[in-house]
Structures are given as C-alpha cells and as structure tokens.
C-alpha cells in the first residue's frame, strides 16, 4: 500500500492564480482531511469529508473549495491565490467505522509559497 | 473552539536524558493521540489512548492519559538523536466524524 499520496510536493504561486493539490490514498478509508501547517504552528482542519459525494468545512475554508467524487481522491482547489495562503498542505485520512478509532494517516505534504 | 496547550513550545537536550512532554486543555476528550513530525514530512501516529489514567509504553516512549481525559503527557527515556522531531498532541470528540483538534507541538532536538 502507499497508505496517503500527494502532488505536487513543492509549488509557487503568483497571487490570483489557482490550482489544485491532489490526494490520494488505497487504504480504503472512508473519511479523509485537509489541513494547513503554518511555521511553529500545529496543524489547523481546512475541509473534511466522511464519503464520497460529502464534504464539510473545517476551521480555516475561506479561500478553498474540495469535492470527493471516489472514496480514494480528495483534491483541494485554491482559487485567486493569497500570500496569507502560503503554508504547507496534509491530506489525511482515517477509517471511520463505527467504532471511531480518530487515528490518522498523513500525506507526505505540499509545500505552497505564494508570491 | 477546543485548545490543546503543549508545553514545552521547544526543548534541547543532550542524549541520555530524560525528558516530558505535557499536552493540556479545558475540555473532555474521547481519546488523545501523539504524533512525531520529522522536518518534510507528514506526521506519524506513535499512540491512542481512551482509557483516564490509561499508560501505554512504546520502547522508551510512555504515554499517559489523564483521569479526567483533559490531559496527557510523553515521557522519553534516554533521549536519542533519532527521538528529534516535532511533537503533537491531538485529541477527538465522539460524533465529529473522526475530527482531531491539534495542539501547537513541542519541538525536540537531541545532540551527541
């Protein structure tokens, strides 16, 4: 298994742009996150998703769109690119049963810098 | 808004030492889990616990879960080079959908 993989791993932006950071995983996960990490920071919940067609905000959404149209792909959009959104970018995902164990698995990161 | 308060924010130590981590908050959660974040990469879950006053041991690694289920701390047993990284403490709510609050982490550096 590759457990959680994102792309691309490095990106910079010139503000106004968009674009989409892509996750994947093959652990057959139901519920799958978001989260930005900013320097000295922990890690603050962006959007969530518990399936396929069902995407909910999380702490920090203004300024990013998901959708979760298959149960292994959640990507991110940025649209109209803001230095204030130069972080880097997890992607997590959890099994979500019905036992709720809350343990997750992490993405390797996107490290965005908007310029 | 759930806060969970990590202390220390960084600590540097040498190897051989001992040394404990401490993850606070104001509110009761269903279980609390402790990451390792190494510099590039995404965070690795080291343990859950659920249980108040619940221990758990991982090699020189014990975790310990507050009776009240508000707190928890890390102990590390002679401190290696290997046991650098950022720490997180995170804790979940039954029927937020797996949701974790993360707290602002611990940063350890051990020297030769």
């Known amino acids: 298994n590759a457990g959680v993989t994102q792309t691309p791993k490095f990106r910079i932006l010139k503000i106004g742009q968009s674009m989409t950071l892509q996750c994947a995983q093959d652990?057959?996960?139901?519920?799958m996150y978001w989260y930005r990490q900013d320097p000295g920071m922990g890690l603050k919940l962006i959007y969530y998703?518990?399936?396929?067609?069902?995407?909910d905000k999380g702490e920090v959404p203004n300024g990013y769109n998901v959708s979760r149209s298959t149960t292994e792909d959640f990507p991110l959009r940025l649209e109209l690119a803001a230095p204030s959104q130069t972080s880097v970018y997890f992607c997590?995902?959890?099994?979500?049963?019905?036992?709720?164990?809350?343990?997750?698995?992490f993405g390797p990161g996107t490290r965005l810098t908007v310029t | 808004t759930q806060l969970l308060e990590q202390s220390p924010q960084f600590l540097s130590i040498q190897e051989g030492e001992n040394l404990t981590v401490y993850c606070n908050s104001s509110?009761?959660?269903?279980?609390l889990q402790w990451y390792r974040q190494e510099p590039g990469e995404g965070p690795v879950l080291l343990v859950t616990v659920v249980t108040g006053g619940e221990v758990k041991k991982l090699k020189r690694l014990t975790f310990q879960f507050g009776d009240a289920r508000k707190d928890s701390s890390l102990h590390i047993t002679a401190a290696q080079p290997g046991d650098t990284g950022l720490y997180l403490c995170a804790g979940g709510f039954t029927g937020t959908a797996s949701k974790l609050t993360f707290g602002t982490g611990t940063r350890l550096q051990v020297t030769l």
């Open positions: 652990m057959n996960h139901n519920y």
């Open positions: 509110s009761v959660f269903s279980s």
């Open positions: 998703s518990v399936g396929a067609g069902i995407t």
């Open positions: 997590a995902s959890s099994w979500g049963g019905q036992i709720q164990t809350y343990e997750q698995y």
